[in-house]
Structures are given as structure tokens and as C-alpha cells.
């Protein structure tokens, strides 16, 4: 589980770019433990080698929506 000293937040007078909140994503995702979460839900495996992963794909839908995606296909 995710302590307050695992995370360090702090103000800076750098410029913040657009793709800084996906550093939080991930460690979020991580802490929670996605990828083995998602490994448990018994998803449709595909049936072909050129495909992703269902829990890629859902991961990189989590992702899209953070960063405002406007159309899927783009994603």
C-alpha cells in the first residue's frame, strides 16, 4: 500500500508540461496493481500473435481518457 512518503509533491517554478500528470497515473496504476488486477477478470484472450493483450488495451483506454482524447481511433 501507498504511504504519504512515496510520493513527493512540491511547487516549482518550472513550467509544467502537458504529459506531467502521467507520472501520477502510473505510479497510481502501479499502486493498485492494475495489470495483475485486470489479469484476474478473465477477459477474452485473442487468438491471434498480432494482437494486445486485453489488459494492454484497457490500460491504454485509461490513459487516453486521462489525457482527453478526443477521438479512440487516434488512440
Given amino acids: 500500500m501507498a504511504t504519504d512518503s512515496d510520493f513527493e509533491m512540491r511547487f516549482s517554478n518550472r513550467e ?3 504529459w506531467g500528470g ?3 497515473l502510473k505510479r ?7 495489470r495483475t488486477l485486470a489479469r484476474s477478470w478473465n ?3 485473442p487468438s491471434s500473435k498480432r494482437v494486445y493483450p486485453p489488459t494492454q ?3 491504454q483506454c485509461i490513459v ?4 482527453d482524447v ?3 481511433a487516434h488512440a
Avoid: D
Fill in 16 to 18: 509544467v508540461t502537458a
Fill in 22 to 24: 502521467l507520472a501520477l
Fill in 28 to 34: 497510481m496504476l502501479n499502486v493498485i496493481g492494475f
Fill in 43 to 45: 477477459l477474452p484472450q
Fill in 57 to 59: 488495451i484497457i490500460e
Fill in 64 to 67: 487516453s481518457i486521462w489525457c
Fill in 70 to 72: 478526443n477521438r479512440f
